[in-house]
């Protein structure tokens, strides 16, 4: 049964999310690795430390987020965006009208 939705309009959107996410990627691994470093600050109290250990939880969190994209891939049905993709490459057939 063929599906409502489109496809390829949804990878599209996923390769969108996937090139902003390897652009904030880096960002985002700098980001943790500096956390870490702010964990060994001299006479850090308690409660500053269970702070930057949830930031650094959220960052991963966030570095994590290539996985679930893939997830989402997953489950495009591969058959339907290889029928829209050839679809698209002929374009949109205009209707004559007399």
């Known amino acids: 049964m063929p599906i409502r939705w489109s496809a390829a309009e949804l990878s599209h959107y996923l390769d ?3 090139k902003l996410y390897g652009e904030a990627s880096p960002h985002l691994s700098h980001a943790r690795e500096l956390v ?6 001299r006479n850090l109290p308690g409660y500053m430390l269970q702070r930057l250990t949830r930031l650094r939880y959220e960052i991963e969190r966030c570095l994590s987020l290539k996985q679930v994209i893939d997830k989402v891939r997953e489950d495009i049905p591969q058959k339907d965006l290889a029928i829209q993709t050839e679809r698209a490459k002929y374009g949109v057939q205009q209707k004559i009208s007399l």
Do not use: L, N
């Open 16 to 18: 969108s999310v996937e």
């Open 36 to 41: 870490v470093e702010a964990t060994a600050v």
